[in-house]
């Protein structure tokens, strides 16, 4: 009781103060911790504690951090108590239901997949290379191209997942991990991945905030963005003018053939991240990484007996990952989406609103890297990915239970829906008749695919 008595509180419009770089404060489970030094050596990065500055964070923590985390938290903590703190019920069952999760040992519980993947994707990369090299045939050079398009899609799914830190148990192999299936074999940095992934996850569809959804002048999934809206996330204005009006006026006829080249457009994005005056984590990891991959990529296809048949490789491999940045965005583009910052108090919320799974047996589950079960990964992204189909019936009870979407299609009613979605938009993007301004035709290569 007397430890109660001396106290100091503060209420959560106090802690609303705190939201600025040279003042960031958080709260979680009603104690307030100054993270403003702590912001440059965050490991997932500085945007999603400055998205969430001045809030209760609980539920993002508890779902990015393994329990060794809290320990961290004790040097951070302001001696400050919110006063009003409260809970909702959707965050007291999720948050009950993580604990069971992590009673059950499922977060550890990682199977053989990774496994499996990587020797898949040595073996692939084998054949390719034996197929371009030994074989004169040209079907066989293009059955190559198509079979580097699959490595392509599993061994970014590891990425993804080592990025996550749910392949190794070890901070280390994750890491290692991380460079070789995402900067060597794939060509995409694992830095950039992290930057707007990890913003992607805080701030699920919200149309200034999430740059996952900031694809302007080439796609606009709501007419919010006709009006400029400024991305909080590249800190400038995603102008809509005369070109962006004419490309989204289309974008439901472009967009298959521009998921098919949307990796080009994903290199450029690794060249300007690694190559910036911004903070990367690991640079020179991820440059070398870089470097491994265009030097044997451009040195196979330099293998091809003529440019014909290297130029259909080429984009028979570009084709075939396509499925993969379908995916990506069938997950999110016909979901709900809003403007302004997250929320630390309606993460669950959020995460239903925003995904929407996609529906598929058992045996695509290696083609579909986990992620078909979108929501699931949201709310627990540090759980494995054999462990998302066995948690699915328990989340939809529980969305269930408070009332909440749980979306899950099958992959052709998903790309229905983002069609139709996309369609929409392109019809009113035509019907606009205010002037808009003067195009800034480089600003496509800002957007990320």
Known sequence: MEMEKNR?????EELRLHNKPDDLWISIQGKAYNVTDWVKD??????????????????????????TAWAYLDKLFTGYYVRDFKVSDVSRDYRKLYSEFLKM?????????????????????????????????????????????????????MGHDSGHYVVMKSEF?????????????????????KWTHNAHH????????????QHVPVFAVSTKFFHSLTSVFYGRELT????????????????????????INLFIQTFLLLFSK?????????????????????????????????????????????????????????????????KGNDWFEKQTAGTIDISCSSYMDWLFGGLQFQLE??????????????????????????????RSLSFWEANVSTIRTLRTAALQARDLTNPVPKNLVWEALNTHG
């Open 173 to 193: 192999w994750n890491s290692v991990t991380q460079i070789l299936a995402g900067n060597c074999v794939t060509g995409i940095s694992i830095a950039w991945w």
């Open 8 to 12: 100091k509180y503060i209420t959560t």
């Open 377 to 406: 990964h949201h709310l627990f992204p540090r759980l494995p990915r054999c462990q998302l189909r066995k948690v699915s019936p328990i989340i939809q009870e529980l969305c269930k239970k408070h009332s909440l979407p749980y």
């Open 202 to 213: 805080i701030a699920c569809n919200s149309l200034d905030y999430d740059p996952d959804l």
């Open 105 to 157: 040992g499922l977060f550890e519980k990682k199977g053989h997949v990774q496994l499996y993947n990587m020797a898949s994707v040595a073996v692939m990369l084998g054949m390719v290379v034996y197929g371009v090299v030994r074989s004169e045939s040209s079907l066989v050079h293009m059955g190559c191209g198509f079979l580097l398009g699959l490595l392509w899609i599993v061994a970014a799914y």
């Open 278 to 342: 911004r903070p990367v984590p690991n640079r020179l990891k991820n440059i070398f990484g870089i470097l491994v991959f265009w030097t044997w990529f451009p040195l196979l296809v330099s293998c091809l007996p003529n440019w014909g048949e290297r130029v259909m490789f080429v984009l028979i491999a570009f084709a075939v990952t396509a499925l993969q940045h379908v995916q990506f965005t069938l997950n999110h583009f016909s979901g709900d989406t809003y403007v302004g910052p997250p």
């Open 42 to 67: 965050h490991p997932g990065g500085a945007e999603p504690l400055m998205n969430l500055a001045g809030q209760d964070v609980t539920d993002a923590f508890i779902a990015y951090h393994p329990g």
């Open 240 to 263: 809509f003018d005369g070109v962006a009006r004419f490309l989204i006026g289309y974008q439901h006829f472009t967009y298959y053939p521009v998921m098919i080249f949307g990796r």
